[in-house]
């Protein structure tokens, strides 16, 4: 029998429709971006050079709430939290306590005012390729992320921190509030701006430049995160995956060792 010419041009239409839709999907990565810290934050992203803008750049995230990001699947860029943030009507003013782009929600492109805790991903554009990310305190630190394909990996997965960067923070490197908290730690290139601590000019390979007392302490807080320019062995993780989860505070918050402390 056969069918009316419009329900044929709709079977049609669903079947392309359909096939267009698989099509997208497989160009894509998704990232879930979930917040266990018991305060909200405002993760925002940055694209490099030539990439575009995902999520609009910023947006809120509640305690205990997840967004779906969408990227392309070439994309590469930056993902951090911002935390303390309390918008006003008129922009290019800060009003985030950390990671604060301008003073705006939607970074749109804007990189976050340092120290904060980068997530930083480069997509290779084929589900066959493995991608790259890492996390990097390189600037400094605010939140505790981890980074996990959605289907679990161990050997494609960055934990959390050890412990609470913040409470053993070296005064010189501190960010305090308005009200006198620490909210960040500096990383001593950004805190000093020299070249032995920023790996640069005559410390600028790996021979030259190494490890300092502050990024040790770092890297004792956080293993598994870029402590310093030339950190090695390199935290750098190359999986091949479509999903990713980005959770802030991983393993909750509070002053306990051993995985739990953050």
């Known amino acids: 029998m056969q069918l009316p010419e419009y329900i044929a041009a709709l ?3 669903l079947i392309c429709s359909s096939i267009l839709h698989g099509k997208v999907e497989a160009h894509q990565v998704t990232f879930y971006v979930h917040n266990k810290c018991p305060f909200p934050i405002w993760p925002a992203t940055a694209p490099n050079t030539g990439q575009p803008v995902i999520a609009d750049g910023g947006f809120f995230l509640a305690p205990g709430q997840v967004q779906r990001v969408i990227a392309p699947w070439t994309w590469s860029g930056r993902i951090w939290g911002r935390t303390g943030c309390n918008f006003p009507s008129n922009n290019w003013k800060p009003a985030c ?3 604060d782009c301008d003073g705006r929600l939607a970074c749109n492109g804007l990189i976050g005012t340092p120290p904060v805790t980068l997530v930083e991903i480069s ?3 084929d589900r066959g390729k493995p991608n790259f990310y890492d996390v990097s305190l390189v600037d400094g630190y605010n939140l505790p992320v981890s980074v996990t394909p959605k289907i679990i990996n161990p050997k494609c997965n960055i934990q959390g921190c050890l412990k609470d960067l913040k409470s053993i923070c070296p005064h010189e490197l501190e960010v305090l509030n308005s009200k006198g908290e620490v909210v960040a730690c500096k990383s001593a290139c950004l805190a000093f701006d020299i070249d ?3 790996c640069r ?3 600028g390979s790996p021979a030259k430049c190494k490890p300092s007392v502050y990024s040790n302490i770092f890297k004792d807080a956080c293993p598994n995160y870029f402590s310093y320019a030339f950190d090695t062995p390199s935290p750098l993780v190359s ?4 999903e990713y989860i980005i959770t802030f505070c991983p393993y909750g918050w509070g002053a306990a060792a051993d995985h ?3």
Do not use: D, I
């Open 11 to 13: 079977f049609f239409f």
């Open 239 to 242: 999986c091949a995956s479509s």
């Open 123 to 125: 997509l290779q554009g």
């Open 196 to 198: 032995k601590f920023c």
């Open 201 to 203: 000019n005559e410390y």
């Open 260 to 262: 739990k402390s953050e």
């Open 97 to 99: 306590e950390t990671g």
